[in-house]
Structure formats: structure tokens, C-alpha cells
């Protein structure tokens, strides 16, 4: 199993900026797939961004694009999403979690997450 713990949200006037971590315990953190996702109020879980176990693959949502950058340092088995230009619709409850899979983006193709940490946006 993989324990996943994220830190970093909280209040934040639009235009500024975030630093989530989600720091991983358990098994090899480093042959996993790690993924962003949030979930507004009301409605789903959405996909974020991912990043590929070596970390040389990235893949974001459309309107994060340009603004959010996924990034992970397997050797303190930590990842992070660095968020700037934020706007009052980024506000969710933001989740990492894990994959053993390859390009992935759906919620059910991640096998382990995160308890959450919310992301509030100010306008």
C-alpha cells in the first residue's frame, strides 16, 4: 500500500499563488504515476495533472494549462502542485493519488489517495 498525505492549501486571493505537497509513505513511491484531482462543491472529481514515475511526462487539465505545473522529487518521496494565477473556480478540495498505470487521467485508474486539502480562492 502507499499512504498519501497532501499539505499546502488554504486561503489565497485570485491572482495568487500555491504550493501543494503530497508526501507518500509505504511502497516504492518512485514506479508510480501521481495524479492531481479536485472536487468543487456539487460536483465531481476532476482530473488536474499527472506526472510519470521518472517525472519526465506531464499532462494537464485545459484551464490549468499554463498556470499549474506538477512536479515530483522521488528521493523524498514527495510530489507538488505549484499553482499561480489562481482564480476563484480553482477553489476544491485538491487530492493526489497514485497509478500503476501510463497516462492516466480517470479517477478509477488511480489506486491510492489522499485525504484531501482544501483550496479556497478569494475573489
Known amino acids: 500500500q502507499v499512504q498519501l498525505v497532501e499539505s499546502g492549501g488554504g486561503l489565497v486571493q485570485a491572482g495568487g499563488s500555491l504550493r501543494l505537497s503530497c508526501a507518500a509513505s509505504g511502497r516504492t513511491f518512485s514506479s508510480y504515476t501521481m495524479g492531481w484531482f479536485r472536487q468543487a462543491p456539487g460536483k465531481e472529481r476532476e482530473f488536474v495533472a499527472r506526472?510519470?514515475?521518472?517525472?519526465?511526462?506531464?499532462a494537464y487539465t485545459n484551464s490549468v494549462k499554463d498556470r499549474f505545473t506538477i512536479s515530483r522529487d522521488n528521493a523524498k518521496n514527495t510530489g507538488y502542485l505549484q499553482m499561480n494565477s489562481l482564480k476563484p473556480e480553482d477553489t476544491a478540495v485538491y487530492y493526489c493519488a497514485v497509478s500503476s498505470g501510463l497516462q492516466v487521467t480517470r479517477n478509477w485508474q488511480y489506486e491510492y489517495w489522499g485525504q484531501g486539502t482544501q483550496v479556497t480562492v478569494s475573489s
Open positions: 506526472i510519470s514515475s521518472s517525472g519526465g511526462s506531464t
